[in-house]
Nanobody
């Protein structure tokens, strides 16, 4: 079974920074893309940032220039460095991975349990 475990969320004042981490574990053969999504109360889940196996990155317009996604392939971990945070960044942040498992056709998409990020004004 594959698990994605996030950490690093919390409460921060506007203008501050947080760094999220997401570690994948389990019967993993290879990881394609990894990414971060977020969902604010009453809103749909939206893409924040993606990073491919070749380290190509994609960002939502709302976070460009403030957030940076990176990954450590050896540790099967993806990071999201969030700088100059704004109250509108408040949401539950979810890690996502598209990966292949040993002995199972795929790829398959997995989600983490989510971590709360709250930015006070």
């Amino acid at each position: 079974q594959v698990q994605l475990v996030e950490s690093g969320g919390g409460l921060v004042q506007a203008g501050g920074s947080l760094r999220l981490s997401c570690a994948a574990s389990g019967n993993i053969l290879s990881i394609n893309a990894m990414g971060w999504y977020r969902q604010a109360p009453g809103k749909q889940r939206e893409l924040v940032a993606l990073i491919s196996s070749g380290d190509s990155t994609t960002y939502a317009d709302a976070v460009k220039g403030r957030f940076t996604i990176s990954r450590d392939n050896a540790k099967k971990t993806v990071f999201l460095q969030m700088n100059r945070l704004k109250p509108e960044d408040t949401a539950v942040y979810y890690c996502n991975a598209l990966l292949r498992e040993r002995g199972r056709l795929g790829p398959w998409r997995y989600w983490g349990q989510g971590t709360q990020v709250t930015v006070s004004s």
